[in-house]
């Protein structure tokens, strides 16, 4: 569905992303998992066009076989077909319209009708009360926006939503909350591309994993296959997690 | 060392000022010589009536200059007190202060100018006080703004816990902080000045004659553009060096206290 | 949203009547006796009961306040009493003259945002460009030189040396295109700079940005998205350079020997022609404040967050 072919991103010679390849398929959970720095928002930002110019890039991305250009096709799929989950969703909405008026662009940028219903079951599935349609982003809470943030990346059923870091500032509880509402509702019907840089998360609930070093992919794989890796980084990283110390702690964490 | 360079330059361009207004008079007319060339004892020529054009250039450079250090020192030190007191001292004026400021902003200033003009005669005093009526306003919400920041940092709540009292720490704490902004605007209003008094004296308010002034050096010499384009070009050149060094004071300034 | 009106309106309305009267005022403030200064216009020998007469016949005699009721009253009726000098009705002199001043001003606004709008524009899309460059150095000319030697060298290039156009004077078309560019020029460079830095400030910010991963269309998105939020410095500024633009406007009609108000008044100061300077003030006045009460609506109407009653801010 999502093929990255030999992605590179060079910086005035100086390399940010080198030879990355995978690729997503239907109904996955892939995580990016990495240090900071590593090249995981990066990555993220070139495959929705976020970057600026003065970046070059060599490699292909492509879409359901399409190669992803600056074409006019990329209005239909971002938005529609991939969903974006921001990391600072404060600053994700316009100050100066409701978040009634967001969704609406949103549907009409689609060419879909206004659902009204859809929007408002959706809503209700992440708490949040209809009245809030008619406030301004600065009138809400910052978990209010998120959910916002989550609400319009996954109204319009897109078949990948990519969500960065989303989870970052958030509590414990909160973070499990919003990952299992996200695995419920959207893992059904939807890949995710979740990048983070909490290893734990990675192994509860993808599919299959990526971690990233110095803007390369250094191992790949499943829960299974990075617990049995060889390679040094992951094996790192496991042991930096304090609760990865030993398998039986991991067992009982998946098994939660 | 820089510094050094810079007073004996200083010195040495007053000194030359000096020494070429006083050889010739700026204000003797000679309509014998009308509109004559560059020559030795004109340097830069004569206008319309024969008075040397240098050194009227100079003695306006030193009048426009010395007018604008007076109105930028007098709204300065009214904006000063007044932002002082309203952003610190005595809150509760904060308010009126503000929506008079306000209001003054939008007013055009060359309309007053002409008006008060038109009352008090045109001369340098109505220029001066036009000029500083409009002026005072930016200085009051400039100090205003900064000190009300200032207020919020550690050194000012410190002393007032320990009881000092607030016309105190203004003087103390919260003025030297505020003084560089102070400056480095000061310096960009002295251009700014500067041209408004030469837009001024351009349309016949402001400086009269027979006291030179590079605006109204224009005005008399632009029926002549045609003939001797010299007699605007030198006049218009100064407000143009007036303009950048300016700038570049502000610039250095600005450098210099790292604001 | 009425509210706001009515209140923008009643707070304008306070700031009228203040200016108004600091310029009622002012006809006070001419040193020495008032009545004096009137008859000695016509240099006629009046004895002492006469300008007793004369003083109470005018109101001065009233208290101050009631005098500015009095002559308040006879403003709103527009009547702004008569030129010392010619002895027409103010209002007759200003309808005469103003056609001018509005060519100049127009042209000169129609010259900034024709100028300003598309290179402010482009040097914030294509910052490299051959525009980009032309902005900046326009914006700097525009900002930093007056309008008076700006119009001068204008005047010496294209109408003492090319010829292309009058020096002076208002005899068609081609005498307002000196003077507009003039103007254009002087206002206009200090909006390319707004513009293009507003501009950069709105497309780098997040929710555009994320906006344009949303899907929102390239067409929605500059308008409702990037214009919106650009606009309301440009505004305000606007509002603010209402001002530097009329003062500009009587700057430059006394260089090109445009025959309009500022004209006017210049002549009328060298003159000391009180009413019409009064009137002047006035006039000014009323314009200022409606321009304001305007740039306030379409503030309050382009950014409706910032005035939600329960938003601290």
Known sequence: MLVIDQLSIKHDERPLLQDVSFAIERNEWVCLVGASGSGKSLLVKSILQMLPNTLQTTGTIYWNDQEIGDASKTCSIYGCEIGYIPQHYTTSFAPFLTMDEHIRDLFESHDEAYDKDRIRSAMAEIHLSEELLNRYPLELSGGQLQRFCLLLASILQPTLIIADEITNALDVLTARQVTEWLKSMIGQTSSMLWVTHDLAEAMTYADHILVMKDGRIVDAGNREHLIASENPYTKSLLQAAPILKREERLEHVITR | MKQRRFIISGLAIFVVMYALTSMVDPFATNVTNRLASPSLHHLLGTDHLGRDVLSRLLLAGGITVGLSTVIILITATVGIILGTISGFVYRKLERIVTKVTDATIIFPDTVLAIVLAGVLGPSIQSLVLAISLIKWTSYTRLVHTLVLQESTKGHVLAARVNGLSKPKIALRHVLPAVCPHILVVMSLDLGKVILLISAFSFIGLGVQLPLPEWGGMISEGRHYLATNPALVFWPAFCIVLTIIGSTRLSTKLTRHFQV | ?313
């Open chain 3, 1 to 313: 949203m009425t509210r706001f009106v009515a209140r923008k309106s009643l707070e304008w309305g306070l700031a009228f009547l203040v200016f108004t009267f600091f310029s009622f005022l002012l006809l006070r403030l001419v040193p020495g006796d008032p009545v004096l200064y009137l008859l000695k216009v016509d240099e006629l020998q009046v004895d002492v009961a006469e300008i007793d007469r004369l003083r109470e016949e005018l109101g001065f005699t009233d208290p101050v306040w009631v005098q500015y009721v009095n002559w308040l009253s006879e403003i709103v009726r527009l009547n702004l009493g008569d030129s010392l000098i010619t002895g027409q009705p103010v209002t007759q002199l200003f309808k005469n003259n103003y056609a001018a001043t509005f060519e100049l001003a127009a042209g000169g606004l129609l010259v900034a945002i024709v100028l300003a709008v598309p290179l402010g524009t482009i040097s914030a899309f294509r910052p490299m460009s051959v525009f980009s460059k032309l902005a900046t150095g326009l914006s700097i000319v525009g900002s930093s030189v007056p309008s008076f030697l700006i119009g001068l060298f204008l005047m010496y290039v294209f109408a003492v040396s090319l010829q292309w156009f009058p020096v002076m004077g208002r005899n068609g078309w081609d005498s307002l295109v000196l003077p507009s560019l003039t103007l254009g020029i002087a206002v206009g460079g200090v909006y390319i700079r707004l513009i293009r830095s507003t501009l950069l400030d709105v497309m780098a910010a997040d929710y555009v940005v994320i906006a344009k991963v949303r899907g929102i269309r390239s067409k929605k998105l500059l308008t409702r998205y990037i214009a919106r939020a650009a606009l309301p410095p440009v505004i305000s500024m606007f509002g603010v350079s209402v001002a530097s633009l009329m003062g500009g406007v009587v700057v430059l009609e006394v260089l090109f020997a445009y025959p309009g108000v500022g004209k006017l008044m210049v002549d009328s100061v060298l003159r000391r022609d009180f009413p019409v300077l009064q009137g002047y003030l006035v006039f000014t006045t009323c314009l200022v404040v409606s321009i304001n009460l305007v740039t306030n609506v379409m503030l309050r109407l382009l950014q409706p967050h910032l005035y939600r009653k329960d938003v601290s801010r």
